[in-house]
C-alpha cells in the first residue's frame, strides 16, 4: 500500500509539473489577475483528468534521476506556453512603437495581466490580443497541444538538446517581426506625415509645424488604428496558429 501511493504521488507531481509551468508563463492562465489559489485548483483538475489515460511512470534512480525527470517535465509546460507568449510579447512591442509614434510613449496604464504600469497603447493591444485569444479558443488548443505533448514525449522522456534551443531561439526572433507587422501601417504613415510637414516647414517657416504635427499624427494614426483593428482576427489567429505549429515542433526536438 505505501509503495502505490508512493507510486501515485511521484507521478502526479510530474504530471502536475509540465501543467502548472503552463499555468505559469501561457497566456491568460499565466495572468496576474488568476488568483494563486485558482490555478492550483485547475492544475489538481488537469492532473486528476490526464493521470488514469497516461503510461506508468519509468523507473527513476534516485533522488537525482528524479529531479532531471522533474525538470524536464517543467521545461515541456514553460515551452508551450512560452512560444504563445511570444505573439503577446510582439504584440506589446507594436503598441510600444505606435505609441511612441503618436506621442503616447508617457501615458501609462497598470497592465491587468502583469499589474505593472506600462505604456497605455500597450496594454491597450495586448488586452485586444487577449480578447480575440480567448474568443479564437487558443487558449483550450493550448490545452490540447499539451495534452498530445504526451504521446511523443511520456513522461520523462524530455530532455532539452542543442537543436530543440536553437529552434526556441530562432522562433522568439518572431517577436521582431509580429511587431513590426502589426504597427507597420501607423509607422509609415506618421513617417510619411513628418516627411511632408518637414518639408512644408522649409517651405512655409512662418507655419506651425510642431503644434499641427501632433494633432495630425494622432487623427491619422488613430483613424488607421480602426481600420486595420478590422485586420486583427485573422492576423492574430495566423500568428496564433503558427505558434502552435512551432510549440510541436520544438516539442518533437526535445
Do not use: C
Request: charged residues 10%; aromatic residues 10%; negative net charge.
Amino acid at each position: 500500500m505505501e509503495t502505490l501511493i508512493v507510486h501515485t504521488v511521484e507521478k502526479a507531481t510530474l504530471i502536475g509539473a509540465r501543467i502548472s509551468m503552463l499555468f505559469v508563463f501561457a497566456p491568460f492562465f499565466g495572468s496576474a489577475a488568476i488568483p494563486l489559489p485558482v490555478k492550483a485548483g485547475l492544475t489538481v483538475a488537469v492532473t486528476a483528468v490526464l493521470y488514469p489515460v497516461l503510461g506508468a511512470m519509468p523507473h527513476v534512480a534516485g533522488v537525482a534521476g528524479w529531479m532531471e525527470i522533474l525538470i524536464g517535465e517543467a521545461m515541456v509546460g514553460l515551452i508551450i506556453g512560452l512560444i504563445m507568449n511570444f505573439v503577446f510579447e510582439g504584440v506589446e512591442m507594436a503598441g510600444e512603437v505606435v505609441g511612441f509614434q503618436l506621442g503616447f510613449s508617457l501615458e501609462t496604464a497598470i497592465d491587468p495581466t502583469t499589474q505593472a504600469a506600462s505604456p497605455a497603447l500597450s496594454v491597450f493591444y495586448q488586452l485586444l490580443a487577449l480578447l480575440f485569444f480567448i474568443q479564437l479558443d487558443m487558449h483550450e488548443w493550448m490545452l490540447v497541444s499539451l495534452a498530445k505533448s504526451y504521446e511523443y514525449l511520456p513522461v520523462g522522456a524530455a530532455r532539452l538538446g542543442q537543436a530543440g534551443a536553437a529552434h526556441l531561439l530562432e522562433a522568439s526572433g518572431s517577436i521582431f517581426l509580429i511587431g513590426i507587422e502589426m504597427g507597420a501601417p501607423i509607422i509609415l504613415a506618421t513617417f510619411l506625415t513628418d516627411l511632408a510637414l518637414g518639408f512644408l516647414n522649409k517651405a512655409v517657416p512662418q507655419f506651425p509645424v510642431t503644434f499641427t504635427a501632433i494633432s495630425v499624427k494622432n487623427l491619422l494614426g488613430f483613424a488607421l488604428m480602426v481600420i486595420t483593428f478590422g485586420l486583427w482576427p485573422e492576423l492574430l489567429k495566423g500568428y496564433f496558429d503558427r505558434a502552435l505549429l512551432v510549440t510541436q515542433h520544438v516539442l518533437h526536438l526535445l
